[in-house]
């Protein structure tokens, strides 16, 4: 709600319409003032849901537990400064961080489990490929346009390298495939909806229950987005101009590409070279518009 109040502001002011910019920039402020005031938990140093039973009453109580989506307010830049403390609970193998994750639920906490019981689809301990792709958004934007020292860009490179050694499935012959489905075991890396489904109906799919292969192909994730914006650092104005800020820590690669990305009509190229032999474009960082190196239209962050 609060990104799409400051979206529909942007495009009224673009379209003269000040009356309804201010509109939306009011409900903006509310929504930013209500999360701040309501859901900022001061002990935990954590935004926290607010239970479902408290929604009504005149104190809210907030959940016990640290979730995954405290961080998703990041997404589209929400928190004032001064709210940065508890990204240290993401890289945290105590909080979110797993071999196979982020746990959506804090691990630290009694009530957190791995289960291949009950309903197949828990939010209390599993790792959603919807909900990591969420927070590595809000991640970038937080390195990107925040000033803090609890996280940095060595950080967002080990999370998303979890969540790309994720995308796989071990076949029943050892073969390993590309593979997204619905959420995953953060330790094991199995596909827990798909286990669970297939142990059902002696053997077979359960049609009730969404079919064969109910979460092939899952794809609420937006794993490219993060590799253009986030690790090749494409961070799109909307002015137009080319900015960019890869999130690759020093010493970590010594070359990659970005290339053949549309872009407001033009194609652009990102390239990294430390030695300046592998793509034979001088060392360094290089940026590429329709083949033509941009010298200085582009703002490196």
């Given at each position: 709600m609060?990104?799409?109040?400051?979206?529909?502001?942007?495009?009224?002011?673009?379209?003269?319409?000040?009356?309804?910019?201010?509109?939306?920039?009011?409900?903006?402020?509310?929504?930013?003032?209500?999360?701040?005031?309501?859901?900022?938990?001061?002990?935990?140093?954590?935004?926290?849901?607010?239970?479902a039973?408290?929604?009504?009453a005149?104190?809210?109580?907030?959940?016990?537990?640290?979730?995954?989506?405290?961080y998703?307010?990041?997404?589209?830049?929400?928190?004032?400064?001064?709210?940065?403390?508890?990204?240290?609970?993401?890289?945290?193998?105590?909080?979110?961080?797993?071999?196979?994750?982020?746990?959506?639920?804090?691990?630290?906490?009694?009530?957190?489990?791995?289960?291949?019981?009950?309903?197949?689809?828990?939010?209390?301990?599993?790792?959603?490929?919807?909900?990591?792709?969420?927070?590595?958004?809000?991640?970038?934007?937080?390195?990107?346009?925040?000033?803090?020292?609890?996280?940095?860009?060595?950080?967002?490179?080990?999370?998303?390298?979890?969540?790309a050694?994720?995308?796989?499935?071990?076949?029943?012959?050892?073969?390993?495939?590309?593979?997204?489905?619905?959420?995953?075991?953060?330790?094991?890396?199995d596909?827990?909806?798909?286990?669970?489904?297939?142990?059902?109906?002696?053997?077979?799919?359960?049609?009730?229950?969404?079919g064969?292969?109910?979460?092939?192909?899952?794809?609420?994730?937006?794993?490219?987005?993060?590799?253009?914006?986030?690790?090749a650092?494409?961070?799109?104005?909307?002015?137009?101009?080319?900015?960019?800020?890869?999130?690759?820590?020093?010493?970590?690669?010594?070359?990659?590409?970005?290339?053949?990305?549309?872009?407001h009509?033009?194609?652009?190229?990102?390239?990294?070279?430390?030695?300046?032999?592998?793509?034979?474009?001088?060392?360094?960082?290089?940026?590429?518009?329709?083949?033509t190196?941009?010298?200085?239209?582009?703002?490196?962050?």
């Amino acid at each position: 709600m609060y990104g799409e109040s400051c979206a529909i502001a942007e495009i009224a002011e673009k379209l003269g319409k000040k009356d309804i910019a201010d509109k939306y920039r009011q409900k903006a402020a509310e929504l930013k003032k209500a999360v701040q005031e309501k859901m900022w938990d001061k002990d935990a140093q954590f935004f926290k849901t607010i239970t479902a039973d408290n929604l009504n009453a005149t104190q809210e109580k907030m959940a016990d537990v640290r979730e995954l989506y405290g961080y998703a307010f990041w997404y589209f830049n929400l928190p004032d400064p001064g709210y940065e403390a508890g990204w240290k609970e993401l890289v945290s193998t105590d909080g979110f961080r797993a071999p196979y994750g982020p746990a959506f639920a804090e691990q630290r906490h009694p009530k957190f489990i791995i289960s291949y019981e009950g309903h197949e689809c828990q939010w209390n301990g599993p790792s959603w490929p919807l909900s990591t792709s969420i927070i590595l958004t809000a991640f970038a934007n937080l390195l990107n346009n925040y000033k803090q020292d609890v996280v940095d860009k060595r950080d967002f490179f080990e999370t998303m390298k979890i969540y790309a050694d994720s995308h796989r499935m071990v076949l029943e012959d050892g073969r390993i495939v590309p593979w997204i489905d619905e959420n995953l075991n953060p330790y094991t890396g199995d596909w827990i909806a798909r286990t669970r489904l297939k142990s059902w109906k002696n053997g077979t799919w359960d049609p009730e229950k969404g079919g064969a292969e109910r979460g092939k192909d899952y794809n609420h994730s937006t794993f490219c987005d993060l590799v253009i914006t986030g690790i090749a650092g494409l961070r799109p104005p909307p002015d137009g101009k080319i900015v960019v800020n890869p999130l690759v820590p020093e010493g970590v690669w010594d070359y990659f590409c970005l290339d053949n990305v549309l872009y407001h009509g033009k194609i652009i190229t990102i390239v990294y070279d430390k030695f300046g032999n592998k793509y034979n474009k001088g060392k360094g960082l290089h940026v590429f518009e329709n083949g033509t190196e941009v010298k200085n239209a582009y703002h490196l962050l």
